[in-house]
């Protein structure tokens, strides 16, 4: 079956870095487009970032462009997402996704504060 976990998550300061990993399994990973969207309680999840199977288009949210970067290992099943440049506002719960035979799968979530 789907499997996703993440990784990487942390308190951080303003202005500093972080990088999520999520390691996948159960699907065709390769030929597969990755997302990772972020949960903040009390609102709707958000789209951050997607990635396509060969790592060959990528699309970012406004709120995270040119500050956060999605990439991947296909053969290690794994995506990334490098977080610069940090600031309170990103602070929420990021959750790796993939929709794989018309269904969505998430992983457990990892949270990621960003406060001094």
């Known amino acids: 079956q789907v499997r996703l976990g993440e990784s990487g998550g942390g308190l951080v300061q303003p202005g500093g870095s972080l990088r999520l990993s999520c390691a996948a399994a159960g699907f065709a990973f390769s030929s597969t487009a990755m997302s990772w969207c972020r949960q903040v309680p009390g609102k709707e999840r958000e789209l951050v970032a997607m990635i396509s199977g060969h790592g060959d288009v990528t699309n970012y949210a406004d709120s995270v462009k040119g500050r956060f970067t999605i990439s991947r290992d296909n053969a290690k099943n794994m995506v990334f997402l490098q977080m610069n440049s940090l600031k309170p506002d990103d602070t929420a719960v990021y959750y790796c996704?993939?929709?794989?035979?018309?269904?969505?799968?998430w992983g457990q979530g990892t949270q990621v504060t960003v406060s001094s």
């Open positions: 996704n993939v929709t794989w035979n018309q269904e969505d799968y």
